[in-house]
């Protein structure tokens, strides 16, 4: 079946350093990435998504390319801020799947100054 | 600002007593989805609806818990009796799905349930 895996947390970093965190999935089908981000105390909101092979997901200085060949979709962002500490979550929806939303563990992250 | 409302927001019960927890999705979304987070399980999809009717609920514990839809406005998912076991935070996300998955979930503010 359908399932994501995203590296495990914690993950604790500088401010202005680079972040990677990975995910990689397993799909039927040609499913839709995405990532979430929750914040303390708060739902998740989506942060990107892409829907294709190839397509690249970019918001708020974070970006994630759907790689199909390594069936991955790995977060980065270039400089990171105190702000940007939270847990993040890779998800995939797949139309052969009953259209259900999958997440993965979620990776925490926490920036110092 | 168009949001899923979840009541109640906070939640603490003792053993055997009924919860219900309530969601109201964005108007016009026609997908629900119930999740229950855990620090041991993560996020764990509990049921889902679409135009009102459940389409999966094999998540659900169903001796004990019950999910339903009684108009495109309001959610309901009830634990009848509550364990302690049952404590976590559930969140309700909506969505519009024109046949496929919804295209983003919306995700309320969460309902954190304790049971003594």
């Known amino acids: 079946g359908d399932s994501v895996t995203q590296m495990e947390g914690p993950v604790t970093l500088s401010e202005e350093a680079f972040l990677t965190i990975n995910c990689t999935y397993t799909a039927t089908g040609y499913p839709s990435l995405f990532w979430y981000v929750q914040y303390p105390g708060e739902g998740l909101q989506l942060l990107l998504k892409a829907t294709k092979a190839d397509d690249k997901g970019s918001n708020k200085g974070f970006e994630a390319t759907y790689r199909k060949e390594t069936t991955s979709f790995h977060l980065e962002k270039g400089s990171v801020q105190v702000s940007d500490s939270a847990v993040y979550f890779c998800?995939?929806?797949?139309?052969?799947?009953?259209?259900?939303?999958?997440f993965g563990t979620g990776t925490s992250l926490t920036v110092i100054p | 600002d168009a949001r899923v409302t979840q009541t109640p927001r906070d939640k603490v019960t003792e053993m055997g007593q009924e919860v219900t927890m309530r969601c109201q999705p964005i108007l016009g979304h026609n997908t629900v989805f119930w999740y229950r987070q855990t620090m041991k399980q993560g996020l764990e999809l509990l049921a889902y609806f679409r135009n009102r009717a459940p389409l999966d609920d094999s998540g659900m514990p169903k001796d004990r818990f019950s999910a339903e839809m009684p108009d495109a406005t309001l959610a309901t998912l009830k634990i009848q009796p509550s364990e302690p076991r049952d404590s976590a935070v559930y969140f309700c996300?909506?969505?519009?799905?024109?046949?496929?998955?919804?295209?983003?979930?919306?995700f309320g503010e969460g309902s954190r349930l304790t049971v003594l």
């Open positions: 996300a909506s969505g519009l799905s024109s046949g496929g998955p919804p295209g983003e979930l919306f």
């Open positions: 998800a995939l929806s797949d139309t052969n799947t009953g259209n259900q939303f999958y």
